[in-house]
């Protein structure tokens, strides 16, 4: 019932940077965390960035000091910065919406959207 579509992805040299949009169909104030994963063909999906609603965020290791998550309250939107981008962060980024109300939770998924890097 929370639909995310992200927006964004595309080809880009190693070395460049491409930023990443999640535009929510509710508030992202009512959202426990937004994150963003990624799934290269023939590996498992991988968490790489989240922000929680009071704003703390965390990163995997292999993209920390390079992507930044941020969130836009009034747009219902979360961004993910990527830069120095490295061929290995090649893949299909998904926009990932988590919610707990009570003993429910709640994960939402968007489409995705693909990001390559060529070397």
């Known amino acids: 019932q929370v639909q995310l579509v992200e927006s964004g992805g595309g080809l880009v040299q190693a070395g460049g940077s491409l930023t990443l949009a999640c535009a929510a169909s509710?508030?992202?104030?009512?959202?426990?965390?937004m994150n963003w994963y990624r799934q290269a063909p023939g590996k498992q999906r991988e968490l790489v960035a989240t922000?929680?609603?009071?704003?703390?965020?965390n990163y995997a290791d292999s993209v920390k000091g390079r992507f930044t998550v941020s969130r836009d309250n009034a747009k219902n939107t979360v961004y993910l910065q990527m830069v120095s981008l490295k061929p290995e962060d090649t893949a299909v980024y998904y926009c990932?919406?988590?919610?707990?109300?009570?003993?429910?939770?709640?994960?939402?998924w968007g489409q995705g959207t693909q990001v390559t890097v060529s070397s």
């Open positions: 922000i929680a609603s009071g704003g703390s965020t």
């Open positions: 509710i508030s992202i104030v009512s959202i426990n965390a």
């Open positions: 990932h919406a988590y919610r707990s109300l009570g003993a429910r939770v709640d994960n939402y």
